[in-house]
């Protein structure tokens, strides 16, 4: 039983070196991911985006993961899947910046939702 055990470690671990030296890794993608979720979850706190803004964001991001793991299935991820994820994170990015700086507050927060109802 144990010899099994041993053999199928060795497999495994020969396919994740197989998977990491094919370039099936994406740490700029990874990277950026976390910030992208950062910046969500700032503009969260700070009251800069709304509930509704953030969930949409938090899906983008999500379609962002799920598109990383379909360029991951094959165990590499060659040129075009690295540029069409550059290019969904960069339209992201620019969507977060968006959202943050459009004016509109969460309510919960205390703030107006725009300039008009704070009696401007």
Do not use: Y
């Not at 070196?17 to 992208?36: L, S």
Request: proline residues 2%; without cysteine.
């Amino acid at each position: 039983m144990k010899p099994n055990r041993l053999l199928i470690s060795a497999l495994l671990g020969a396919a994740a070196f197989a998977t990491w030296a094919d370039g099936a890794e994406t740490p700029r993608v990874d990277q950026r991911q976390a910030q992208q979720a950062q910046r969500i979850e700032q503009g969260q706190a700070a009251g800069a985006l709304t509930a509704r803004e953030a969930r949409r964001l938090q899906r983008q991001q999500a379609a962002i993961g799920h598109a990383e793991g379909h360029a991951k299935a094959d165990g590499s991820v060659n040129m075009q899947e690295r540029r069409r994820l550059h290019q969904m994170q960069n339209h992201a990015s620019g969507d977060i910046r968006r959202q943050k700086h459009d004016r509109q507050t969460d309510r919960q927060q205390g703030q107006p939702r725009a300039a008009t109802e704070a009696g401007v």
